[in-house]
């Protein structure tokens, strides 16, 4: 015990001592302190002002490049192919023609006497058209008849020859080539009475036709002589046509059908027509032949479309346009025409595939309807297809999708 009272009392002795050397000591001065904490913290302050300088700039730099890159894709819009219908309706203009068709001529030659029918006529088979003089003919008629009388003279003549002599041929007071030349002659005397009686009834046949007949049912359209007119028979020039008639209860309808729709044009299809001076209504028809060739010059398919018109409505020449519903053979689409490329490799549209990245297809038209182009070939129908795509557009380029187009691209898919 007595030990460690001494080690506390050395212990105090040298921390009295010390303490003492401590306060000897002169304090540092508190100014220079302040300079050292102010120059560290303006120093640090210094630091952070560089470093976010630095930061901010990297930032930029980086946003620029970012927003650089993101300038130099390009954002489209997209849009489904719209799918055709199963049975399409087609419309093409029609001309309109009266089921028989035909001109009037006259068979013989003289001076028009009258005429019974004007344009506007509507007549029946058989009813008398018109009467021409032929005093030429009549002269003829006279004349082969005379010519017959002669030959029948003659052929009685030449009959009581030959039989006279063949009697005398029995007792051998003529020869025999006596009797054979009568009998020749009798022979030619009967041709010439037949090629006189041909001749004659020719002639009689050409008389007839000094009365013209409406050959069918139907409608003057023309009329073209008047009373005095000299008439040339035939349809060869000089001639011309006296009048011309048409039959209209039935009409004819011919269409040149696109060489596309050729295959679904048959017989048996029913058409409607409409016409401008008809508003609202249709006429019902019937597609009753084609001309099984294609025209090289039009690339297209003459059909013929019967229609009946009992009450005359329609009239020949007139257009009108002509409804088709053809079944199709192969799936259509529809695309507004904002979307073609017209490109030296042909005709495409742009296509989005995975969402970025674009597909040129060639396609191939059918019909254009101004805002709108029908799509035949190259499209199977789940495409997004681009909208208003850039003349330099290449396959493979990667674009963006513009957000109002995302829905629509959803619905495409």
């Known amino acids: 015990m007595g030990v460690r009272e001494g080690s506390d009392l050395y212990t105090e002795a040298n921390l009295d001592e010390e303490g003492q050397e401590k306060l000897s000591q002169p304090p540092p001065r508190s100014g220079h302190v302040k300079t050292i904490i102010i120059a560290a913290i303006v120093c640090l302050l210094f630091g952070i002002a560089v470093y976010r300088g630095i930061s901010s700039r990297t930032k930029a730099s980086s946003a620029l490049a970012r927003e650089t890159l993101e300038q130099a894709i390009r954002t489209v819009s997209v849009i489904p192919p719209k799918r055709g219908a199963p049975a399409e309706e087609i419309v093409l203009p029609g001309n309109i023609q009266a089921f028989i068709d035909a001109p009037i001529y006259a068979r013989t030659n003289g001076y028009l006497r009258r005429w019974t029918v004007d344009i506007g006529a509507h007549v029946k088979a058989g009813q008398l058209l018109a009467e021409i003089d032929t005093p030429e003919v009549e002269q003829q008629l006279q ?31 003529i020869s025999k080539q006596e009797a054979d030349n009568a009998s020749g002659d009798l022979q030619a005397k009967g041709a010439i009475v037949q090629s006189a009686r041909y001749n004659m009834k020719r002639l009689e046949e050409l008389q007839s036709f000094q009365r013209i007949y409406a050959p069918f049912d139907g409608v003057i359209t023309a009329r073209n002589t008047d009373i005095g007119a000299l008439i040339d028979s035939g349809s060869a020039s000089p001639a011309r046509e006296l009048f011309h008639i048409a039959s209209t209860r039935k009409l004819r309808i011919y269409v040149k059908v696109p ?5 679904a044009a048959r017989p048996g299809l029913p058409a409607d027509l409409t016409l401008s001076e008809f508003p609202g209504r249709r006429f019902k028809g019937t597609l009753v032949r084609t001309a099984e060739s294609i025209d090289a010059s039009s690339r297209t398919l003459l059909v013929e479309i019967d229609l009946e018109n009992p009450k005359g409505e329609l009239l020949p020449g007139a257009y009108a346009e002509v409804h088709l519903k053809l079944p199709s053979q192969a799936p259509s689409y529809f695309l507004p025409v904002n979307t073609l490329l017209f490109r030296t490799e042909g005709l495409q549209v742009a296509v989005l595939e995975g969402g970025t990245r674009t597909v040129l297809i060639p396609v191939t038209i059918g019909r254009d309807f101004g805002n709108e182009v029908e799509i035949v070939t190259g499209l199977k129908g789940d495409e997004n297809v681009i909208l208003n795509p850039p003349d330099s557009l290449v396959s493979g380029e990667t674009v963006s999708l513009a957000p109002s187009a995302a829905n629509t691209s959803g619905k495409g898919n």
């Open 259 to 263: 060489q596309v729709y050729a295959r």
């Open 143 to 173: 004349q082969a008849r005379a010519d017959l009388a002669t030959a029948e003279a003659n052929l009685r003549l030449a009959e009581i020859t030959a039989s006279r002599y063949q009697e005398l041929l029995k007792t051998d007071s």
